[in-house]
């Protein structure tokens, strides 16, 4: 069922979901980003539907098919991201943040090219913190969704996905290696999953598998609490 009505582990739950880089402008025609492909996030959404959940995608620049029967909101910033989710937040019972958000944007986006010669050498951009959405969803108080991040990390991908469940308030964190040649842009992933329970392998795979895996994962998990 792709609909959210029918049969499924997930039917008649509404799962939020972020995917993709953000985009924070400099100045008209440039702008910081990251390597994130938006597929984990894909993968997901499609898995959560399959389920049978009703499911919102939001999504920044990416280049991926809509999965059969989500429904999808284009975003580009941080900013965007964040009154997207915020507009769907208490109607959603998981909100899984799979996006890339970019952490900093550019305070004052030039209204014109920079140039060279009349603007001048320009040795640093100055940069403000973006919101964090994750933790801004597993910090309401009413009507909070089961709240799931992703922790992307180059080392140390226990400690530092443990302190993010701790710090951002999760109920559930999907921890991967990134780096040049494993985790973004790549069909292929290896997820650990911790809770307060502890940690749980997903193992190696397609992205496509473990988000099916993922799914699953949390579908047990609202059992639980339902019972
Ligand atoms: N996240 C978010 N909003 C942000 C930053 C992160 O919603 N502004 C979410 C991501 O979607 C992910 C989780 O928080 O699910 C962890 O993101 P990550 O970049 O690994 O963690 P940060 O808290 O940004 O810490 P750092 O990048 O410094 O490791
Ligand atoms: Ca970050």
Same mark, same amino acid.
């Given at each position: @069922?792709?609909?959210?009505?029918?049969?499924?582990?997930?039917?008649?739950?509404?799962?939020?979901?972020?995917?993709?880089?953000?985009?924070?402008?400099?100045?008209?025609? *440039?702008?910081?980003?990251?390597?994130?492909?938006?597929?984990?996030?894909?993968?997901?959404?499609?898995?959560?539907?399959?389920?049978?959940? @009703?499911?919102?995608?939001?999504?920044?620049?990416?280049?991926?098919?809509?999965?059969?029967?989500?429904?999808?909101?284009?975003?580009?910033?941080?900013?965007?991201?964040?009154?997207?989710?915020?507009? *769907?937040?208490?109607?959603?019972?998981?909100?899984?943040?799979?996006?890339?958000?970019?952490?900093? *944007?550019?305070?004052?986006?030039?209204?014109?090219?920079?140039?060279?010669?009349?603007?001048?050498?320009?040795?640093?951009?100055?940069?403000?913190?973006?919101?964090?959405?994750?933790?801004?969803?597993?910090?309401?108080?009413?009507?909070?969704?089961?709240?799931?991040?992703?922790?992307?990390?180059?080392?140390?991908?226990?400690?530092?996905?443990?302190?993010?469940?701790?710090?951002?308030?999760?109920?559930?964190?999907?921890?991967?290696?990134?780096?040049?040649?494993?985790?973004?842009?790549?069909?292929?992933?290896?997820?650990?999953?911790?809770?307060?329970?502890?940690? @749980?392998?997903?193992?190696?795979?397609?992205? *496509?598998?473990?988000?099916?895996?993922?799914?699953?994962?949390?579908?047990?998990?609202?059992?639980?609490?339902?019972?």
């Amino acid at each position: @069922q792709l609909d959210g009505s029918g049969e499924g582990p997930l039917s008649g739950k509404t799962v939020l979901i972020t995917a993709g880089p953000t985009r924070e402008a400099v100045d008209p025609v *440039r702008y910081l980003s990251n390597r994130s492909s938006g597929r984990m996030g894909f993968a997901v959404a499609e898995a959560a539907a399959r389920a049978g959940a @009703q499911v919102k995608l939001v999504t920044g620049p990416v280049h991926l098919p809509t999965p059969a029967g989500v429904e999808r909101v284009d975003v580009e910033t941080a900013e965007e991201m964040r009154q997207a989710v915020t507009d *769907r937040a208490a109607s959603a019972d998981v909100f899984i943040a799979a996006a890339a958000v970019a952490d900093y *944007r550019v305070p004052r986006i030039a209204e014109h090219k920079l140039k060279k010669d009349t603007d001048g050498e320009l040795h640093e951009i100055p940069l403000e913190r973006n919101p964090d959405i994750l933790a801004e969803v597993a910090a309401m108080t009413d009507k909070r969704p089961f709240s799931v991040g992703f922790a992307a990390e180059t080392r140390d991908l226990e400690k530092h996905a443990r302190k993010k469940l701790e710090r951002k308030k999760l109920d559930l964190i999907a921890a991967n290696l990134v780096g040049r040649d494993r985790g973004f842009d790549r069909e292929e992933n290896e997820l650990l999953l911790l809770d307060q329970q502890g940690s @749980q392998a997903l193992g190696a795979g397609s992205k *496509r598998a473990l988000a099916g895996k993922l799914i699953a994962e949390i579908a047990a998990r609202l059992d639980g609490e339902a019972s």
